[in-house]
Each structure stands twice: as structure tokens, then as C-alpha cells.
């Protein structure tokens, strides 16, 4: 395998070539305009540099012909913008340029695989490999096994990705949100709900999110940093593609008055021009068992359905979400009762049945 096209050269596809390009491969990369594949190669070049591998660059070419990026690529990456029309305008064109055998993998965040392996004549080589931004950084892959894709595509793109220096978890079924995603949406539609119905403020919910459960960051700072514009384009995406989720409103609301968090200079939190941490004084404690329940029952629910196994949960929460624990570990941490109860709890007042505990929950845990 040499050749590795990269379509997209914005904020994650720069990042994916600087890989490649240091895993050894030859690669090309494409994007609509000049200015745009300056601005990757100067990303690129500094942060290559921070990383003291600047002979990579000279693997990396970049072009504004589509026809020349992909001609003959063993593997292709994309990360064009997230729309299923010009992904599939990608693919197609992929699908009658790349080589016989070539792996032909989408990046996207909330686009089923399947949808977009529509467009190609070999459904079976289409696959999900979805990095983490930054990707230069983030340890993670997630590989998204389409309806069609082959057991062998699938364990190409966890050679690649493996190449590129990367741990790589295994999603068998084409779900909205696939885990990680997934998972932070459980945890989000909880925070919403206590803002929502007042039982918190965002404040006490980022609190409790760092403090006690010790994420990164709150639950409502990270969705400011994401860019509430996203978060609430992904929200609605996850909810049209039938994954039951409690719609938060705060989103909306965010969304409808062009709050959009840390780009825009207010989001939940205000921002004067720099990327600084809110100051949580004040804040009251929520119950942290109440806030993680819906990602415990998500998770338990996906290994029981075998859709990830109960080690890929475990590293997608820490490596993709940067938790520090596993949802296996919070449980044992806040013990099976008060979970059950919060998911009664959050069931009677919601009514939506993803929040019945699910029957692997009692059943699994010793
Ligand atoms: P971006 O907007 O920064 O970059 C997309 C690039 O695609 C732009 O430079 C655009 O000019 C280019 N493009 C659009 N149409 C094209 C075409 N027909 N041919 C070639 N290039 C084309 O977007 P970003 O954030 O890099 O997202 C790309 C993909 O990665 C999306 O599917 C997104 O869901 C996914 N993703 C994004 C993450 C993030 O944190 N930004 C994280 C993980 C996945």
C-alpha cells in the first residue's frame, strides 16, 4: 500500500495527512481551492516541525484536482464537510479512480456508513475511520463497520490506523453516533434536563462533571468549545436518524441566538477573545451518579447488543472522551441502586424508554 489520498484539507483532514505522512505513505491531498491547501500546508509544516519530523512534508502533495489525488490511491480518507450529498459526490468519484483493492474510508461524526457507501460499486470496502480532533493528538480511532463492509476492509483500516500510531475500537453495526458520540449525548441530555427542568444550573453541572466525575471538561464547556452550532446540528442529526435522546432545549436556544460558545464569544459561558476556564465558584454539587446513569445504561445496552465489545467502551470513554474512568468503573464507583434509581427517575419524568435500565445492568454487574 502506497499511495493515501486525503480529501478535505480542513481542521481534521490536515491533521489525518500529517499522519499518514509520517506513518511513511505517499500522500496526496485535495481540497475546492489553493488558499485552502496553503493554509493545511503551513498547519501542517508547524506542527511537523513541533514534533521535529519535517522530512514527512516532503511526502505530502497537495492539489486542487480531484482526479489526480485519487488515481490509483490504495487508501482514501474523507474529510470534506459533513453532508451526505458531497460525500457521496466524493465517493462515487473515488469509487471509478482509486485501485481494485483500495479502502475507501469516511470520517464523518453522525453520517451512516452505509448511506454514504450508496455511491460507490464495491459497498464492501466502504468503512468509518473516525478520528478525533486534534487528530495529530488524540489517540483514538473509531472504525464503523458499514452494512456491507468486508471483515477485511475493516482490518486493513486498523493496520492504518495502528500505523499511524493510533489505539482503534471496533463499532460492528452502523449506529447513529456510533459510541463515542453516543456516549456523550447520554451525558449531555442529562446535564440538559437538570437545566431544563432547573434542577441545576450549567454551573453545578460542570462542577460535579469536573470535580467529582473528573472529566476534562464540563459538560457545557466542552459543548462551547465543540461549538454549539455543531452540538445542536449533531443533536438533531442523531434524533432524525432515530436514536431516542432527550431533546435539550439549551441547545436550541444556543443555536437560535447565534451563541455558538468559544468562536462566537459567548455560549454558555462568556469569552473574551481567549480559550480560559469559567470560574465555577458558587456552584452546588448535583448527584454524579444521576449525571453518568444514561451513559452507563447506553453502554451496557451496546455490549449486550455486541455492538461494541465491553474493552473497546472502556477505551473509547477514555481515549475519545478523555474520561479517566471506564462507565464500568463509575458504576462500581456509585454502586447499582442509585444508578437504577436515577434511570427510573429520568424515565418517569421523560417518559423515553432509553432510559429503562437495561436488563445486562443488573445481570453484569458482581
Ligand atoms: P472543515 O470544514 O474544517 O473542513 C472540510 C473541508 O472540506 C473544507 O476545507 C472544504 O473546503 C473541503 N471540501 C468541501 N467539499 C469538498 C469537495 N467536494 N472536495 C474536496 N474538498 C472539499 O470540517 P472538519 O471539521 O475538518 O470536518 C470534516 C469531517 O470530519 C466531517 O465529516 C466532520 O463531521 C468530521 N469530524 C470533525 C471533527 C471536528 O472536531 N471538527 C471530529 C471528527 C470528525
Same mark, same amino acid.
Given at each position: 500500500?502506497?499511495?493515501?489520498?486525503?480529501?478535505?484539507? =480542513?481542521?481534521?483532514?490536515?491533521?489525518?495527512?500529517?499522519?499518514?505522512?509520517?506513518?511513511?505513505?505517499?500522500?496526496?491531498?485535495?481540497?475546492?481551492?489553493?488558499?485552502?491547501?496553503?493554509?493545511?500546508?503551513?498547519?501542517?509544516?508547524?506542527?511537523?516541525?513541533?514534533? +521535529?519530523?519535517?522530512?514527512?512534508?516532503? +511526502?505530502?502533495?497537495?492539489?486542487?484536482?480531484?482526479?489526480?489525488?485519487?488515481?490509483?490511491?490504495?487508501?482514501?480518507?474523507?474529510?470534506?464537510?459533513?453532508? !451526505?450529498?458531497?460525500?457521496?459526490?466524493?465517493?462515487?468519484?473515488?469509487?471509478?479512480?482509486?485501485?481494485?483493492?483500495?479502502?475507501?474510508?469516511?470520517?464523518?461524526?453522525?453520517?451512516?456508513?452505509?448511506?454514504?457507501?450508496?455511491?460507490?460499486?464495491?459497498?464492501?470496502?466502504?468503512?468509518?475511520?473516525?478520528?478525533?480532533?486534534?487528530?495529530? !493528538?488524540?489517540?483514538?480511532?473509531?472504525?464503523?463497520?458499514?452494512?456491507?463492509?468486508?471483515?477485511?476492509?475493516?482490518?486493513?483500516? =486498523?493496520?492504518?490506523?495502528?500505523?499511524?500510531?493510533?489505539?482503534?475500537?471496533?463499532?460492528?453495526?452502523?449506529?447513529?453516533?456510533?459510541?463515542?458520540?453516543?456516549?456523550?449525548?447520554?451525558?449531555?441530555?442529562? =446535564? #440538559?434536563? !437538570?437545566?431544563?427542568?432547573?434542577?441545576?444550573?450549567?454551573k453545578d453541572?460542570?462542577y460535579?462533571?469536573?470535580?467529582?466525575?473528573?472529566?476534562?471538561?464540563?459538560?457545557?464547556?466542552?459543548?462551547?468549545?465543540?461549538?454549539?452550532?455543531?452540538?445542536?446540528?449533531?443533536?438533531?442529526?442523531?434524533?432524525?436518524?432515530?436514536?431516542?435522546?432527550?431533546?435539550?432545549?439549551?441547545?436550541?436556544?444556543?443555536?437560535?441566538?447565534?451563541?455558538?460558545?468559544?468562536?462566537?464569544?459567548?455560549?454558555?459561558?462568556?469569552?473574551?477573545?481567549?480559550?480560559?476556564?469559567?470560574?465555577l465558584?458558587n456552584a452546588r454539587?448535583?448527584?454524579?451518579?444521576?449525571?453518568?446513569?444514561?451513559?452507563?445504561?447506553?453502554?451496557?445496552?451496546?455490549?449486550?447488543? =455486541?455492538?461494541?465489545? +465491553?474493552?473497546?467502551?472502556?477505551?473509547? #470513554?477514555?481515549?475519545?472522551?478523555?474520561?479517566?474512568?471506564?462507565?464500568?468503573?463509575?458504576?462500581?464507583?456509585?454502586?447499582?441502586?442509585?444508578?437504577? +434509581?436515577? @434511570?427510573?427517575? !429520568?424515565?418517569?419524568?421523560?417518559?423515553?424508554?432509553?432510559?429503562?435500565?437495561?436488563?445486562? @445492568?443488573?445481570?453484569?454487574?458482581?
Amino acid at each position: 500500500m502506497k499511495k493515501f489520498s486525503v480529501v478535505g484539507a =480542513g481542521t481534521m483532514g490536515h491533521g489525518i495527512a500529517e499522519l499518514a505522512a509520517i506513518a511513511g505513505y505517499d500522500v496526496w491531498v485535495n481540497d475546492v481551492n489553493d488558499d485552502i491547501l496553503l493554509n493545511a500546508r503551513n498547519k501542517i509544516a508547524w506542527s511537523l516541525s513541533k514534533l +521535529r519530523k519535517e522530512e514527512a512534508l516532503e +511526502r505530502i502533495h497537495f492539489t486542487t484536482n480531484q482526479e489526480e489525488a485519487l488515481k490509483d490511491a490504495d487508501f482514501m480518507v474523507e474529510a470534506v464537510v459533513e453532508d !451526505l450529498k458531497v460525500k457521496s459526490q466524493v465517493f462515487s468519484k473515488a469509487s471509478k479512480l482509486v485501485s481494485e483493492n483500495a479502502v475507501l474510508a469516511s470520517n464523518t461524526s453522525s453520517i451512516p456508513i452505509s448511506e454514504i457507501a450508496k455511491a460507490v460499486d464495491k459497498q464492501e470496502r466502504v468503512v468509518g475511520m473516525h478520528f478525533f480532533n486534534p487528530p495529530p !493528538l488524540m489517540p483514538l480511532v473509531e472504525i464503523v463497520k458499514g452494512e456491507k463492509t468486508s471483515e477485511e476492509t475493516v482490518k486493513v483500516v =486498523g493496520e492504518v490506523a495502528r500505523k499511524m500510531g493510533k489505539e482503534t475500537i471496533l463499532v460492528n453495526k452502523d449506529i447513529p453516533g456510533f459510541l463515542v458520540t453516543r456516549i456523550m449525548f447520554r451525558i449531555n441530555e442529562v =446535564g #440538559c434536563w !437538570l437545566v431544563d427542568n432547573k434542577v441545576a444550573d450549567v454551573k453545578d453541572v460542570d462542577y460535579t462533571a469536573i470535580q467529582v466525575l473528573q472529566f476534562p471538561m464540563g459538560v457545557f464547556l466542552l459543548q462551547d468549545y465543540v461549538g454549539l452550532d455543531v452540538s445542536y446540528l449533531i443533536q438533531k442529526a442523531l434524533i432524525e436518524r432515530g436514536f431516542e435522546l432527550y431533546y435539550c432545549r439549551a441547545f436550541e436556544e444556543k443555536y437560535n441566538s447565534k451563541e455558538f460558545g468559544m468562536k462566537s464569544g459567548k455560549g454558555f459561558y462568556t469569552y473574551d477573545g481567549k480559550i480560559i476556564r469559567p470560574t465555577l465558584e458558587n456552584a452546588r454539587m448535583v448527584d454524579p451518579s444521576l449525571l453518568v446513569s444514561s451513559a452507563i445504561n447506553e453502554s451496557y445496552k451496546l455490549i449486550r447488543l =455486541g455492538i461494541v465489545s +465491553r474493552e473497546d467502551v472502556n477505551k473509547g #470513554c477514555k481515549l475519545g472522551l478523555s474520561w479517566p474512568k471506564s462507565p464500568e468503573d463509575y458504576l462500581k464507583e456509585f454502586g447499582l441502586s442509585p444508578v437504577i +434509581r436515577d @434511570l427510573k427517575m !429520568l424515565y418517569e419524568n421523560t417518559g423515553l424508554p432509553h432510559f429503562i435500565p437495561d436488563e445486562s @445492568l443488573t445481570r453484569s454487574y458482581s
